[in-house]
Antibody, heavy 124, light 107 residues
């Protein structure tokens, strides 16, 4: 069974940093492309970014609201993907989910499964 | 960025009703459109991928259709466990974008 478990959420002050982890199991992690999606309280889903596999250079892409502040990385030896969040703003408060790309090409793709999410609260 | 617009934003329906949710993209996305269900306090899960493909273990009362800019998610006979929020999402281009969600409530 494919399983994703996020951790690392918590309360942080504006301008601070936090690193989230997503531990994966049940599939060959080194082949997997991974994504982060967030959901502000009571709001919809927002794509944060993604990281491809090391086979294709572990290329990353980000949504405009987080570009330059957030960094996605991976450690295939630990089956874990990370989301380093710097210069946090109150509007970054959200539940952060990681998800596995499950399709076969750049566009022929969707996220399945998702982790249970971890809450990040940015407040003074 | 491609904008995704769902309608309605919410709806009330009874068990057994046929429910249709629409999603419109701001430009053509071929069939690169996925549908997710999110129950309260839970992570989203995929129902339909690439417009019309039913994810494994998802009940056959769910179906998807469309291409280009206009897409539809249909629940043929609403069940109690289907009361949730539904999101469309395009995978045609980066950044991936989601619709604002459609909340299906009990009438």
């Amino acid at each position: 069974e494919v399983r994703l478990v996020e951790s690392g959420g918590g309360l942080v002050k504006p301008g601070g940093s936090l690193r989230l982890s997503c531990a994966a199991s049940g599939f060959i992690f080194s082949n997997g492309w991974m994504s982060w999606v967030r959901q502000a309280p009571g709001k919809g889903l927002e794509w944060v970014g993604r990281i491809k596999s090391n086979v294709v250079g572990a290329t990353t892409d980000y949504g405009a609201p987080v570009k330059g502040r957030f960094t996605i990385s991976r450690d295939d030896s630990k089956n874990t993907v990370y989301l380093q969040m710097n210069s946090l703003k109150t509007e970054d408060t959200a539940v952060y989910y990681c998800g596995l790309y499950s399709g076969s090409s750049e566009s022929y793709n969707w996220l399945d499964p998702w982790g249970q999410g971890t809450l990040v609260t940015v407040s003074s | 960025d491609i904008q995704m617009t769902q309608s309605p934003s919410s709806l009330s329906a009874s068990v057994g009703d046929r429910v249709t949710i629409t999603c419109r993209a701001s430009q053509s996305i071929n069939t690169y459109l996925n549908w997710y269900q999110q129950r309260p306090g839970k992570a989203p899960k995929v129902l339909i991928y690439v417009a019309s493909n039913l994810q494994s273990a998802v009940p056959s009362r769910f179906s998807g259709s469309g291409s280009g800019t206009d897409f539809t998610l249909t629940i043929s006979s609403l069940q109690p466990e289907d009361f949730a929020t539904y999101y469309c999402q395009q995978s045609d281009s980066i950044p991936w974008t989601f619709g604002q969600g459609t909340k299906v409530e009990i009438k």
